[in-house]
Nanobody, 123 residues
Framework: VQLQASGGGLVEAGGSLRLSCAASVRTFRSYTMAWFRQAPGKAREFVAG????????YYTNSVKGRFTISRDSAKNTVYLQMNSLKPEDTADYYC?????????????????WGQGTQVTVSS
């Protein structure tokens, strides 16, 4: 399984970005997908996750109401729509996948990781 993340960039506070993660896998529907982020000098943290069915989604408290995770099984792609961005959202964002029907926030149980895409929010 290979994951290719894209969509990061530099944006002003209050702006929006949409991250994409394309998965090269035949059975995309078997995978729970998630986004994590890591800011400089900080630990990696869970941002959002979506179950294999797309029915269950979960967000860390700091992004609830601002970020939306979704998936398109026809394109083997998961998205993270980020609105009302804040400087504290600045980080490298990583997509991750695991064979599971439910979302988990623990990064260590995800089997596959994409390369990071950098998001910088200026104040």
């Amino acid at each position: 399984v290979q994951l290719q993340a894209s969509g990061g960039g530099l944006v002003e506070a209050g702006g929006s970005l949409r991250l994409s993660c394309a998965a090269s896998v035949r059975t995309f529907r078997s995978y729970t997908m998630a986004w994590f982020r890591q800011a400089p000098g900080k630990a990696r943290e869970f941002v959002a996750g979506i179950s294999w069915s797309g029915i269950e989604t979960y967000y860390t408290n700091s992004v609830k109401g601002r970020f939306t995770i979704s998936r398109d099984s026809a394109k083997n792609t998961v998205y993270l729509q980020m609105n009302s961005l804040k400087p504290e959202d600045t980080a490298d964002y990583y997509c991750a996948a695991r064979v599971s029907s439910t979302v988990t926030t623990t990064g260590d149980v995800y089997n596959y990781w994409g390369q990071g895409t950098q998001v910088t929010v200026s104040s």
